[in-house]
């Protein structure tokens, strides 16, 4: 079974930093680009940023762009997100998510259950 | 960077009814268009990759086309299972996801 679990999330102060890990089983993590996704309460899937398997690649929406770094970590089965300089627009609830291939067509096949990232004073 | 715009925002509609919701792309994708089911407090599901493609164990109910610039899904014989917020998803170029479509029980 695949599983997708993310920690590292809470209550932080604008102009903050924060490391939300990523900890996956049921796969062999290091064949799969992996992504971060976030949603606002009440807003719609923000895609934040990618991965490739063996992170010689990285992708990132400009809304975070400069601010968040992704990285992973293949022994550990884990992939992060470090984020800075954190905004109050920032806030959501952060997923990751495993990314599948066939044919070329890129999906998210799986996902973690999220977590809450609240950025205030 | 694409825009993805899904419409409506919002429908009623009853168990047994057929939906539909678009959803068009600010540039062509061609087929790299997916589409995800979520219910209230939890992660979204993949429903439908590649435009058409039904993911595994994804009831037959559920179907989707288009090409290019326009998607639709369509969900037959609406289950009570499938009041949801449906979102699409472009991987194309970067990947960007439409606003969401809220489908609620008239």
């Known amino acids: 079974e695949v599983l997708l679990l993310e920690s590292g999330g809470g209550l932080v102060q604008p102009g903050g930093s924060l490391r939300l890990s990523c900890t996956a089983s049921g796969f062999i993590f290091p064949n799969y680009a992996m992504n971060w996704v976030r949603q606002a309460p009440g807003m719609g899937l923000e895609w934040l940023s990618n991965?490739?398997?063996?992170?010689?690649?990285?992708h990132y929406a400009d809304s975070v762009k400069g601010r968040f770094i992704i990285s992973r970590d293949n022994s550990q089965n884990t992939v992060y997100l470090q984020m800075n300089n954190l905004r109050a627009d920032d806030t959501a609830i952060y997923y990751c998510?495993?990314?599948?291939?066939?044919?070329?067509?890129?999906?998210?096949?799986?996902w973690g259950q999220g977590i809450m990232v609240t950025v205030s004073a | 960077d694409i825009q993805m715009t899904q419409s409506p925002s919002s429908l009623s509609a009853s168990v047994g009814d057929t939906v539909t919701i678009t959803c068009r792309a600010s540039?062509?994708?061609?087929?790299?268009l997916n589409w995800y089911q979520q219910k209230p407090g939890k992660a979204p599901n993949l429903l439908i990759y590649g435009a058409s493609t039904l993911q595994s164990g994804v009831p037959s109910r559920f179907s989707a086309s288009g090409y290019g610039t326009d998607f639709t899904l369509t969900i037959s014989n609406l289950q009570p299972e499938d009041f949801a917020t449906y979102h699409c998803?472009?991987?194309?170029?970067?990947?960007?996801f439409g606003q969401g479509t809220k489908v609620e029980i008239k």
């Open positions: 991965i490739s398997d063996f992170a010689d690649a990285t």
């Open positions: 998510a495993k990314e599948g291939t066939i044919s070329g067509m890129v999906y998210f096949d799986y």
């Open positions: 998803q472009q991987t194309y170029s970067a990947w960007t």
């Open positions: 540039q062509a994708v061609r087929s790299n």
